[in-house]
């Protein structure tokens, strides 16, 4: 999902079949018209409490969701028969709170089984603004526009 037809553009050229505005579609709807009312198997999340319930509703049954950011915040209303009836599991992972001998770990995780995938050109990282660090704060204003599709990156010279 993304909120713009320029985001789902970059959906697109990164390999994306099925593309969902939600400013103009609702993604629940979407997607059980594509998998025919059964609901996706896997969820993940990076917005958090703004979404959590209907994120719960487009779960298949035994369907996973993976909460990794709250950038729609923290706290949400859940209606726990849903999650029952669909025999669901939600797991929610931040690097934040973990012990530096965890985060050590997990990097090594990610040289050993991501970093070869970006070699191999199957994971594109898009960046869509870089900025000398001293420009941290205009960094951190145009992150939560919402106007920069992918990372923004702060240069040390």
């Known amino acids: 999902t993304a909120g713009s037809k320029?985001?789902?553009?970059?959906?697109?050229?990164?390999?994306?079949?099925i593309m969902i505005n939600y400013q103009e579609q609702d993604f629940v709807e979407v997607m059980n018209d594509i998998t025919g009312g059964r609901g996706v198997d896997v969820i993940l999340d990076n917005m958090g409490a703004a979404y959590l319930e209907?994120?719960?509703?487009?779960?298949?049954?035994?369907?996973?969701?993976?909460?990794?950011?709250m950038q729609g915040g923290s706290k949400a209303e859940l209606n726990i028969n849903t999650l029952l009836r669909k025999n669901g599991t939600v797991h929610a992972a931040s690097l934040?709170?973990?012990?530096?001998?965890?985060?050590f770990?997990?990097?090594?995780?990610?040289e050993?089984?991501?970093w070869p995938w970006v070699h191999a050109g199957l994971v594109i990282p898009v960046i869509g603004a870089t900025?000398?660090?001293?420009d941290a704060a205009a960094a951190h204003q145009l992150l939560e526009s919402g106007d920069v599709s992918g990372k923004i990156v702060l240069t040390v010279l």
């Open 6 to 17: 320029a985001k789902l553009d970059i959906c697109e050229q990164l390999g994306a079949e």
């Open 54 to 69: 209907r994120n719960v509703l487009a779960l298949a049954r035994n369907g996973r969701l993976a909460i990794i950011g």
């Open 96 to 103: 934040r709170g973990r012990p530096e001998s965890e985060k």
């Open 105 to 110: 770990a997990i990097c090594q995780q990610v």
């Open 112 to 114: 050993r089984n991501i």
């Open 131 to 134: 900025l000398p660090l001293q």
